[in-house]
């Protein structure tokens, strides 16, 4: 049986070269993922502040680094702790828990974020159904339709055009974009894919799912696997959560640093900061907040600040009063107190990584984490600056879609190798791209600066060498 899942769960969608299998399969995937361009441009995204603004805060090149190494942890500790999901034990491929495979989840779960962060990517999004309203407005001109009708000719759009979502991007660099010798994508094994598939479903069902062509693969791996529907491995369920644990804890500490957050008993209890907080929780569809009125999430959003502002106090003294000391010790704590409570337990005909008390999953730590990545959030993207910074990055992406948008006219100003695979992509049985969705691939490939770059050289701001390499 053990035999039997190793080798499902090491299974690459494309036959390896005899050479390859030198090594371990989940570190030949972390090699790939590490060397691989679209990491390395992780480095000129941003993760809060755009990248680029200083040289202490977090892009998400760092942030993935430190999820990484948390999740690493993470499943070490579990594994010690519950020997059911380790390999010899597991009674399914999705129930294990290997650390190497959680790492390299977690180094490429960003993989897919646009320039300029979530605004970059609801830019694209908003792009794509504009086209799709113009697609579906020139296909009915002229036609009296029903509103079914007109609504299947606008699911008919969809699906040639699909949309544009961060996780579904992962899989379109993962599986597509990326390159290695005669094969598209970096062919990961099966384990380290499902690692990051966090929304199993098509983009058709839910925004957040993959687009069509991995889908199929993905769709395919898990009905071999016999996963049941809607439920994510456990590897995948522990990257997601040290994701959040990170990006709480991490977050938090930038904004300190940058002087968008006083930890001090004025800012933490601001009326109008509790405001922002809780209703940026109202707009979240996570569970543990459903059924929860104003007053209740109010009472637990004071009860989460105080709790940080005690353990501030706690740390100053001993980090002698040295702010710096103090940031680092406090986010340290914030960590490795979330990390503590993981553990694993039933849930149905599966199991669930969560948070654990008494046996039983700790919504309430849950909630905790939720109240601490809203308060980052809401006290980051309201500064004056970041909030120019988005509506610059919007102008941006817009105008570097109106560029591209007409093939016969834009084809002199797109790399080579873009056109060369889309060429190439086009005489295939099942094409994977529009012209438009290619353009959407690309944009969405760029890092900050460099969506700048050419944003500046096709309107006159800027205008860099010609010797400068694209």
């Known amino acids: 049986m053990e035999n039997n899942l190793k080798s499902m769960r090491e299974h690459r969608q494309y036959t390896e070269d005899k050479h390859e299998a030198s090594r371990e399969a989940y570190e030949r995937d972390y090699s790939r993922l590490i060397h691989s361009p679209t990491f390395r441009r992780l480095q000129g995204k941003s993760q809060v502040f755009g990248a680029g603004t200083g040289d202490y805060y977090r892009t998400r090149l760092t942030h993935s680094l430190e999820v990484a190494q948390i999740a690493r942890q993470a499943a070490k500790s579990l594994l010690s702790r519950y020997p059911e999901i380790d390999e010899s034990s597991a009674s399914n491929p999705g129930l294990i828990i290997h650390p190497e495979v959680v790492e390299c989840a977690s180094i490429a779960h960003d993989f897919g974020h646009p320039p300029f962060g979530h605004k970059g990517e609801e830019v694209l999004e908003s792009i794509l159904e504009n086209l799709i309203t113009e697609k579906t407005q020139k296909a009915l001109k002229g036609k009296k339709v029903t509103s079914a009708e007109r609504e299947a000719?606008?699911?008919?759009?969809?699906?040639?055009?699909?949309?544009?979502e961060g996780n579904a991007h992962n899989f379109r660099l993962i599986m597509f974009l990326e390159k290695r010798e005669n094969l598209d994508g970096l062919n990961?094994?099966?384990a380290v894919l499902l690692g990051i598939n966090k929304y199993p479903y098509t983009g058709i069902v839910n925004k957040k799912g993959l687009y069509h062509r991995e889908w199929q693969y993905i769709n395919q791996i898990r009905q071999q696997w016999q996963i049941p529907d809607r439920k994510i491995t456990l590897e995948a369920q522990l990257m997601d959560l040290c994701d959040?644990?990170?990006?709480?804890?991490h977050d938090l500490e930038d904004g300190i640093?940058?002087?968008?957050?006083?930890?001090?008993?004025?800012?933490?209890h601001d009326p109008y900061t509790h405001k922002l907080i809780i209703e940026k929780i109202m707009t979240?569809?996570?569970r543990f907040w459903l059924g929860w009125s104003r007053e209740s999430i109010a009472a637990k959003v004071d009860e989460v600040l105080t709790a940080y502002l005690r353990i501030w106090g706690e740390k100053l003294p001993v980090c002698d009063h040295d702010y710096s000391r103090t940031r680092r010790e406090v986010k340290a704590y914030w960590v490795s107190h979330f990390v503590s409570h993981l553990g694993v337990i039933d849930d149905g005909d599966w199991k669930k990584v969560t948070f654990i008390n008494d046996q039983a999953e700790d919504e309430d730590l849950l909630r905790t984490v939720s109240v601490l990545k809203s308060f980052a959030w809401v006290t980051m993207i309201r500064d004056l600056r970041v909030q120019r910074l988005q509506k610059r990055s919007e102008w941006i992406i817009r105008r570097l879609w109106d560029a591209f948008l007409d093939q016969e006219s834009s084809v002199s100003i797109i790399p080579s190798d873009w056109l060369q695979r889309f060429e190439r992509d086009q005489l295939s049985p099942n094409p994977v791209w529009t012209w438009e969705r290619m353009v959407i691939d690309y944009i969405a490939g760029m890092t900050d600066a460099f969506a700048e770059k050419i944003y500046n050289e096709l309107y006159g701001l800027k205008v860099g060498s010609i010797y400068d390499l694209d």
């Open 153 to 164: 000719v606008r699911q008919q759009m969809r699906e040639k055009y699909e949309h544009f």
């Open 188 to 190: 990961l094994c099966d």
């Open 244 to 249: 959040d644990i990170a990006y709480s804890a």
């Open 257 to 268: 640093k940058a002087g968008k957050i006083e930890v001090h008993e004025h800012f933490m």
């Open 284 to 286: 979240l569809e996570d």
